[in-house]
């Protein structure tokens, strides 16, 4: 069994090796997992830091290295549809108020909002449609990570 404390910053000559989880396993910081290579892993970082994707750590005592891989999840792709500028900020403000409103994980990437589904897929149609603004919705598989740009965890970076 493998335990790292920390994320390694530089990887000397070794062996790289791919561990793939979920999102929600990183978000505490604690993971406990078995790697392709069979290592049972632990990894257990400071209170308040968060496991993020391409995370690498080691080296193990035979000198492999394990970088995280967060798996692509089923989320809502949301964008308000077009119609003049001043419609379209106040669609989209209303569309963030609802999401928060309703405490649901969103990841903000240019005009779209992917919403993760944790709280059941339909539910989360249900609460958009509720809200009657203007939507177009997709269903796809993205990687939501902590790391993305306009994801915001529940931590402030130190």
Known sequence: M?????????????????VNVKRQ???????????P??????????????????DMFGPSSRNKYYV?????????????EKKDNITDIENNIKLGYNLGNHHLEVLIEGEHAYVTTGIGLEKVQEI???SKLPLKV???????STTAIGYFA???EE
Not at 25 to 35: C, F, H, P, Q, S
Request: glycine content about 10%.
């Open 37 to 54: 290579d069979g290592e049972d892993i632990i990894i257990e970082l400071p209170r308040g830091k968060i496991i993020n994707d391409g």
């Open 128 to 130: 958009l449609k509720r």
């Open 154 to 156: 529940g931590e402030e």
């Open 138 to 144: 997709e269903v796809v598989q993205k990687i939501v």
């Open 68 to 80: 995280i891989k967060v798996e692509p999840e089923t989320v809502l792709k949301v964008g308000v």
């Open 2 to 18: 493998l335990k790292f404390e920390s994320v390694t910053t530089v990887r000397a000559n070794g062996e790289l090796i791919e």
């Open 25 to 35: 396993d990183t978000m505490r910081g604690r993971l406990r997992t078995t790697a």
